[in-house]
């Protein structure tokens, strides 16, 4: 039994409304109740779920909020144990991954170190050319084709093949890394919103691909490449261990594409439902920039971010004792009137955003630079490419809670 299935309190009807999977088409009303009824809603678990935006960004740069979370993940068909810094292990196998987004300082600041040179907006520039000529590869199949489903024709290879190309993944090894993307995203959902087999899929997936870096990592410290895995084996003449190189390129995996991918498919939901601000992307597109940090504020692809109190605390005036389990909902806050102006409404004019879309303080994405290139050129190309885009047919969401995102977007680009 989840705690949805219990006799209904009125923070109940809030949570079962706040989990319901008919919420994911639009959930933004019942994060404006959850601001203005119960800010700090206790979720199932007993998790503290946060919505109002100065309450998150309380939570976000304060170094008395960090990651504690040891937890054991006991399914059937394997024991993985997650301990006190993320690390999971499989006792079968005893092959481990763990991940830097989920370690404080100091381990976090030195894993970051390694791989961050290859984020800064300069190093990302260099990409420009490559994510053109994949969005035109793609766009080549599917202008003046009749109804295709954009997720996936465009929004979905286009960052996909980026990533790959990235951690220096040859195509003929891709074929096993959507299903272990979706499951590892699809894991990043609350354990108790999951199934045992969702649970299960995630743990298996994580550890088939940690199986695959492995092997990579080892063909590239004897053979290095300009490649991420190989920048990762030779960081420091070695420094990383192998569980870390690993982890660290499931991560990339999984946030370099899945959200990346939601962002481009909710931005072309978003334009397909607003003509209007459509036209003013084919009327000025100097716009462009602009309008993605207004998607990413509108409609937010990474929803949560989880933290504990690290000793006894406050945001606010609510006292927070420690081992308090914090669950940030940053599309909330993207839409606190607090902080933006009509927050419902699409706005591709609307300057100096804050949005917390990136989150903010210590683990602010690493890939902002990046996902807002692909996804300024994925919009630039498919405006430039055609004279009208049209809805084909009603957008299906996928069932994810944490990474917010569509399963289909029937679309005619004409
Ligand atoms: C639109 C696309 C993206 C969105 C919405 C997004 C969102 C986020 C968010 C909200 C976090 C913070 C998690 C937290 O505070 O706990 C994060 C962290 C991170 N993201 Fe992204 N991300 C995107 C694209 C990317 C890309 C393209 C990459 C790399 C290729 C990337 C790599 C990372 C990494 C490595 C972290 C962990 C940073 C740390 O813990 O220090 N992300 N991302």
């Not at 990651?67 to 006792?91: F, I």
């Not at 381990?107 to 420009?128: D, I, K, N, P, Y």
């Not at 498919?265 to 462009?288: E, F, K, R, V, W």
């Not at 049209?390 to 569509?406: D, Q």
Request: a negative charge; charged letters at 25%; proline letters at 7%.
């Amino acid at each position: 039994m989840t705690g949805l299935e219990k006799a209904p309190t009125p923070g109940d009807e809030l949570g079962a409304a706040l989990f319901d999977p008919t919420s994911r088409v639009d959930p933004y009303p019942v994060f404006h109740r959850l601001r203005e009824e119960a800010p700090f809603f206790r979720g199932p678990d007993g998790t503290w779920i946060l919505s109002r935006y100065a309450d998150i960004s309380t939570v976000l740069t304060g170094p008395r909020f960090g990651y504690r979370e040891p937890r054991a993940l006991r399914t059937r068909a394997l024991l993985v144990e997650q301990d006190r810094d993320g690390l999971l292990t499989d006792r079968d196998s005893g092959l481990s991954v763990s991940s830097f987004m989920t370690q404080n300082p100091p381990q976090h600041t030195r894993l970051r170190r390694f791989v961050a040179s290859a984020f800064t907006g300069r190093a990302v520039a260099r990409l420009r050319r490559r994510i053109v000529e994949h969005a035109d590869a793609l766009l080549d199949d599917i202008v003046a084709a009749g109804p295709v489903d954009l997720v996936e024709t465009f929004a979905y290879p286009l960052p996909f093949r980026i990533i790959c190309e990235l951690l220096g993944v040859p195509p003929e090894d891709r074929a096993p890394f959507p299903e272990w993307s979706h499951a590892i995203a699809l894991g990043m959902d609350p354990d108790f919103l999951l199934s045992q087999e969702e649970v299960a899929r995630r743990a298996r997936a994580m550890l088939d691909a940690a199986a695959y870096f492995h092997e990579l990592a080892k063909l590239r410290r004897r053979h290095p490449r300009e490649d991420l895995v190989s920048t990762l084996v030779h960081a420091e003449g070695g420094a990383l261990s192998s569980a870390e190189v690993s982890s660290t390129c499931i991560m990339f995996l999984v946030a370099g594409h899945e959200s990346t991918a939601s962002l481009i498919a909710l931005a072309s939901h978003a334009l397909l439902a607003h003509p209007g601000q459509l036209d003013l992307l084919y009327s000025d597109p100097s716009l462009t920039a602009n309008a993605v940090e207004e998607f990413l504020r509108y409609d937010t692809p990474g929803q949560t971010v989880v933290r504990t109190a690290l000793t006894d605390t406050t945001i606010g005036e609510e006292p927070v004792p420690a081992g308090t389990k914090l669950m940030s909902l940053l599309g909330a806050a993207n839409r606190d009137p607090e902080v933006f102006p009509d927050p419902d409404r699409l706005d591709l004019t609307r300057g100096g955003s804050r949005h917390l879309g990136f989150s903010q303080g210590t683990h602010f994405c690493l890939g902002a630079a990046l996902a807002r290139l692909e996804t300024t050129v994925a919009v630039r190309r498919l405006i430039d490419r055609t004279r009208t885009l049209e809805p084909a047919g009603p957008a299906r969401w996928r069932g994810n809670f944490s990474l917010r995102g569509l399963a289909k977007l029937p679309t005619v680009l004409a």
